[in-house]
């Protein structure tokens, strides 16, 4: 799976949009941008995948740039409960098996300041 | 419904000890995964089952670590000789099946080899 690089750590004002970036200027084609998110003390949670569109759900954005080398997670109105360590991860999509592990790297540590 | 459960949530041990640390995953889910995380780093991928049989098994550090799911179910992650180095957070996590882009994560079990 492709590396990916994220900065170590972002401050957001509770009610303002939480854009985090990351860079994967070596993905492959058919590698998917998966994003999670670990609150202190609690397991890994999944917010949202895309490959080249952009994507939206309940939780959050995810843009891709054209070239595919970056995207931006964005959290439209950060709370204070959105505090969290977020992980942007590159993996070869879900129709080939044998490849379903995920590589986390030490992700963006994310605080929302009231 | 019930998400993945761990037990114990901590565990202490002494160094040369056996530990077996206990994953529950969601109902019907044939995937599951067990990771390791180490303070202040992302959680370490170890090993992949897919109903009974270990489908990726590359992350197991060494011969010490074992891990079995008999009935494609509870797996249990079996540590022998354990050594301080040992000690991090073991997660575990499930997910419909191996295609799925979504992993369940549980809460880990924290172990601690004094």
């Known amino acids: 799976d492709a590396?990916?690089?994220?900065p170590t750590s972002m401050d957001c004002a509770e009610g303002r949009a939480a854009n985090l970036p990351c860079n994967h200027s070596t993905i492959s084609g058919n590698e998917y941008v998966y994003w999670y998110r670990q609150i202190h003390s609690q397991g890994p949670q999944y917010i949202i995948h895309g490959l080249k569109n952009n994507e939206t759900n309940e939780m959050a954005s995810l843009i891709i740039t054209e070239d595919r080398k970056s995207s931006t997670l964005i959290l439209p109105h950060a709370t204070l409960r959105d505090t969290a360590v977020y992980y942007c991860i590159v993996r070869v999509g879900s129709s080939n098996f044998g490849n379903e592990k995920l590589t986390f790297g030490t992700g963006t540590r994310l605080t929302i300041i009231p | 419904?019930?998400?993945?459960?761990?037990?114990?949530?901590?565990?202490?041990?002494?160094?040369?000890?056996?530990?077996?640390?206990?994953?529950?995953?969601?109902?019907?889910?044939?995937?599951?995964?067990?990771?390791?995380?180490?303070?202040?780093?992302?959680?370490?991928?170890?090993?992949?089952?897919?109903?009974?049989?270990?489908?990726?098994?590359?992350?197991?550090?060494?011969?010490?670590?074992?891990?079995v799911r008999p009935e494609g179910s509870v797996s249990t992650l079996k540590i022998q000789r354990t050594e301080r180095g040992d000690s991090a957070v073991y997660l575990c996590a499930s997910s419909p099946d191996g295609r799925s882009y979504e992993q369940y994560f549980g809460p880990g079990t924290r172990l601690t080899v004094t």
């Not at chain 2, 170890?46 to 098994?57: C, E, K, R, S, V």
């Open chain 2, 1 to 67: 419904g019930a998400g993945v459960s761990q037990t114990p949530s901590n565990k202490v041990t002494e160094k040369g000890k056996y530990v077996e640390l206990r994953c529950d995953p969601i109902s019907g889910h044939t995937a599951l995964y067990w990771y390791r995380q180490s303070l202040g780093q992302g959680p370490e991928f170890l090993i992949y089952f897919q109903g009974t049989g270990a489908a990726d098994d590359s992350g197991l550090p060494n011969d010490r670590f074992f891990a």
């Open chain 1, 3 to 6: 590396k990916t690089t994220q």
